[in-house]
């Protein structure tokens, strides 16, 4: 049966993936309350948790779907109008003296990407939950303890901000007497909406033996912006509409193990981001003379989209990130925890699936919950399901956005890969009868499980390497056949050119199995 009161329900983290839980669990009639670390995140002095703007996000099919299945219908068309469509790549290089451009469409039958930035897409969420009666949003408070057993967390108000290190960490400060005092809060469900160095995760360690992986991989990622087109600004072939070069692109510079990469924005600028190994930046550092030649060198043309002047200023004044990858398992406690979005997932943003995959997490999450009864051992059973399909998943786009890299920075010039892309594009348009479709297709215009695009790719692969090899082998198979009947006349002859057939005959069979 039922509980005869509604569900209290607390959110840490007030950031898309928290607004849009909290948006979910009050259009289930749950008392929700959100809290959040940092000051109103509507608010443009509030500092975000890596003292930098938020690399522009990349809104896709899951994300998108996700905020459909909100309840609100007026969220979507407001967040979409916010965005830039983004139809391709465009492949930045120099050829002899010229710059060049070069355009890679994202899918075969026109879909598209959407730029966003993470501010406007936060305030639209929260500015639709904040007019629900039935949620409440507690800003600058701290998550200091939590019990999942008891069902009780702990929070501290937070008079002014405590310094952070570079990854969002706190550093250590002395306490005083005029510290806050705790509050204790009971609820019933507790969602950690909190980021990858999540409070709740680490709380909820204490009663569920999590496995956990935490990995930084060896790039530092620094943030870059090209401002509207002036008067006096560099411009690219492409550029049109105040925009310093195509805006309905992701513009990638890439090199063998670095890329600089730019995202629109609705104000006409681009946000940048350089991703180089750590030696590169200490070198930057450390020989400020060489830092104009490496731009010059690896990325032609950003210096002078930038502005020189405004490139070697933002390297000084822009931290230096590292990118962190985190898988775990569960992601959930009994019935009164579940963590979604960086806390369960944190990736590279080589995909740009971060946020989507946490958006998706809330839809996957409240379809198990509506599937279940709403009581305590109903929401047991939906929680336990929701870690049974989202782990498989997180770990698999976790390991997809790692690998994208290549793709991004030496696949989008690789003859191979290109080739690929072409075949499984022209099958995908000219026979559908046979259900191939690139990865980057599926993982980004469909909401097809991660863990099953993984295997569906794989299977399609197999395929066209069989296929591939069939070309080889099968004139192979037609000499042979020819060199049997040409000696014939012997039996000597015979008996080797019919072993040699059998044999060829018995080893494409074998490869036929293999491959498909």
């Known amino acids: 049966m039922a509980n005869s009161r509604p569900t209290r329900c607390l959110v840490i983290g007030a950031g898309p993936v928290g607004a849009l839980a909290a948006l979910f669990a009050a259009r289930r009639g749950w008392d929700v309350e959100v809290y959040e670390l940092r000051g109103d995140l509507r608010d443009e002095s509030t500092t975000p948790l890596n003292f930098t703007k938020s690399i522009n996000l990349a809104l896709s099919e899951r994300g998108i779907n996700a905020m459909r299945q909100s309840g609100s219908n007026a ?62 949003l507690h800003f600058n408070q701290k998550l200091t303890g939590a019990d999942v057993r008891k069902w009780k967390a702990w929070f501290e108000l937070q008079a002014s901000r405590k310094p952070q ?60 912006t090209i401002p509207p087109v002036t008067s006096t600004s560099h411009t690219t072939p492409s550029a049109r509409d105040g925009f310093a070069t195509s805006p309905n692109h992701l513009h990638i510079w890439p090199q063998s193990d670095k890329m600089f990469i730019a995202i629109p924005s609705t104000d006409k600028s681009f946000t940048c981001t350089f991703f180089a190994p750590a030696a590169d930046f200490t070198s930057l550092e450390k020989y400020p003379d060489g830092f104009l030649p490496f731009f010059q060198a690896n990325f032609p043309g950003v210096a002078d989209l930038v502005g020189q002047a405004e490139l070697r200023k933002q390297f000084h004044d822009n931290p230096h990130l590292p990118l962190i990858s985190i898988k775990c398992s569960p992601h959930h406690y009994g019935s009164a925890g579940v963590i979604l979005g960086d806390a369960a997932h944190a990736m590279v943003p080589f995909y740009g699936q971060g946020m989507n995959a946490g958006l ?65 594009e022209f099958l995908s348009d000219k026979l559908p009868v046979t259900g191939f479709a690139t990865q980057y297709s599926r993982v980004s215009f469909s909401n097809q499980r991660y863990s099953e695009v993984a295997e569906t ?36 002859s015979t008996m080797h050119a019919s072993k040699g057939f059998a044999n060829l005959t018995l080893l494409w069979e074998r490869l036929g199995r293999m491959f498909t």
């Open 457 to 492: 790719v794989a299977r399609q692969g197999r395929i066209l390497l069989g296929g591939m090899l069939g070309t080889v082998l099968l004139p192979a198979v037609g000499w042979a056949a020819w060199w049997a009947l040409r000696y014939r006349q012997t039996s000597r």
């Open 165 to 224: 290190t570079a990854d969002g960490a706190q550093t250590h400060q002395a306490q005083d007497d005029s510290r806050s005092k705790e509050i204790e809060v009971d609820f019933d469900v507790i969602l950690g909406c909190d980021g990858a160095h999540s409070s709740v995760r680490y709380h909820m360690m204490k009663s569920v033996r999590m496995n956990f992986e935490q990995n930084y991989i060896d790039t530092l990622w620094c943030e870059f």
């Open 75 to 136: 969220l979507l068309e407001t967040v979409l109008s916010e965005t830039v469509p983004m139809y391709g790549r465009m492949i930045h290089g120099k050829a002899s003296s010229r710059l060049t451009e070069e355009s890679q469409q994202y899918d075969v039958h026109g879909r598209f990407l959407r730029a966003v930035d993470r501010a406007i897409l936060n305030k639209v969420l929260l500015n639709e939950i904040e007019a629900l009666p039935n949620v409440k």
């Open 360 to 424: 998706e997490d809330v839809r996957v999450l409240f379809e198990h919950l509506d599937a279940h009864p709403s009581n305590t051992q109903g929401r047991a059973k939906a929680l336990e399901a929701y870690t049974a399909e989202r782990v498989p998943d997180a770990h698999t786009i976790n390991d997809l956005a790692l690998s994208n890299y290549w793709e991004m920075h030496a696949g989008v010039t690789s003859p191979l890969y290109l080739f690929r892309k072409k075949v499984e």
